[in-house]
């Protein structure tokens, strides 16, 4: 069936109509406007005025800037989350 040669076509490319991004697959440039462009950082830091789009830039920023390694204590087991046991 001829519809297969289609794999054999240049790559479409999927640019970002409100920044300069391009995306490879449709699926990407999605996303990216889903959650990245156009869209507020939604995670902000409570101790500075830090904001963020990405949780893992914040976990980053606030490991790095307000965390220091000394203060961590490794004692205990390493739950993030439901503090309340
Ligand atoms: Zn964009
Ligand atoms: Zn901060």
């Known amino acids: 069936m001829e519809i297969f ?3 054999n076509y240049p790559k479409t490319m999927y640019p970002c109509r409100n ?3 391009v995306y490879s697959y449709h699926s990407s440039l999605a ?3 889903k959650h ?3 869209v507020d950082p939604k995670f902000h830091c409570p101790l ?3 904001r963020t789009k990405h949780r893992s ?3 980053t920023h ?3 800037r307000h965390i220091k390694p000394a203060d961590r204590d490794f004692t205990k087991p390493s739950r993030t989350s ?3 046991e």
């Open 31 to 33: 996303r990216h406007l």
């Open 48 to 50: 500075c005025s830090y």
């Open 62 to 64: 606030l490991n790095n």
């Open 82 to 84: 439901n503090d309340g």
């Open 57 to 59: 830039s914040l976990n």
């Open 36 to 38: 990245e462009c156009g």
């Open 5 to 7: 040669r289609l794999v």
């Open 19 to 21: 920044c300069n991004k």
